[in-house]
């Protein structure tokens, strides 16, 4: 079994109690890797005491990174290390013993706030030339990738053959690749096409916003993703990804399912779990 958590904790402070809920949520996926971003040192630190009480052997290192994301593993079922990286997005080899290795692409990319959906594209063009470029390097694309993207599932930057080419099909995406303008591009699966709309108990996105005077308005957005590429599909389950409201007996949901800030962040978290 592998877990891995992801969360835009949205810049909140030590004294906030994010660091409670954020070991909380470890504890209650039983999680392998923490992934965080908009997280600062202070935030950091205080969850590896948490997640390393005095007296005890150590259960979670943090895995250094160059990029905005913070990543913690949890020594006893892995080994990680970064191998690639921009401040976008870290490629991680993830070592299991008796296990696989797999390659974790954690993700926080730039903001809507400060660039505009085709730079986001472009760069999420880059990132996927960078995982292809991971998975030629380690020979397997056993790869999962993780984060804020900070796009939509049908953004072209995810959906596009030259993007991520992640697709809302696990019959399709077991086909492995397709053949566009005379080039081969692999998939992904994408599993958050699931959430959109009212058919589940589930939020319909990871974020809310209001869109005020503008003519096209979504409100609820799946800019936090799991992809998972066709390799991996027999060790994924249908409820293998979802989208965490409640923490520790907690709720993080305001109004409407609102993911209340004043409790924890702006922005759901994640989790993915691969079977054995």
């Not at 706030?113 to 996927?128: F, M, N, Q």
Request: aromatic share 8%; glycine share 8%; charged share 20%.
């Amino acid at each position: 079994m592998f877990c891995a958590v992801f969360w835009n904790i949205g810049g909140q402070p030590p004294r906030s109690g994010i660091v409670r809920l954020v070991t909380a949520l470890q504890r209650q996926e039983d999680a392998d890797v923490i992934v965080l971003a908009e997280c600062s040192d202070g935030v950091i630190g205080s969850t590896l005491r948490a997640l390393n009480p005095s007296g005890q052997s150590l259960n979670f290192d943090l895995v250094p990174t160059t990029s905005r994301v913070k990543v913690l593993t949890r020594r006893t079922v892995s080994r990680t290390s970064e191998i690639d990286r921009h401040e976008y997005y870290s490629v991680l080899k993830v070592v299991r013993g008796g296990q696989p290795d797999l390659l974790l692409t954690a993700v926080h990319m730039v903001s809507l706030l400060e660039k505009d959906a085709p730079h986001i594209d472009k760069e999420l063009e880059k990132l996927a030339d960078a995982i292809r470029s991971a998975e030629e390097a380690t020979g397997h694309d056993r790869t999962v990738v993780i984060g804020d993207l900070n796009a939509h599932p049908f953004s072209d930057g995810v959906a596009s053959s030259v993007g991520l080419h992640g697709i809302m099909s696990r019959s399709v995406a077991g086909r492995g690749e397709r053949q566009a303008s005379h080039r081969r591009y692999p998939f992904f699966f994408n599993p958050m096409w699931q959430f959109y709309g009212d058919a589940t108990a589930t939020p319909a996105g990871t974020y809310y916003r209001e869109p005020g005077g503008a003519h096209t308005g979504y409100y609820w957005h799946l800019f936090d993703q799991v992809l998972i590429r066709p390799s991996l599909r027999p060790y994924y389950r249908d409820d293998s990804v979802c989208i965490v409201t409640s923490v520790g007996g907690t709720t993080l949901a305001g109004p409407d399912l609102v993911p209340n800030r004043r409790i924890g962040s702006d922005h759901y978290p994640i989790r993915v779990r691969l079977t054995d």
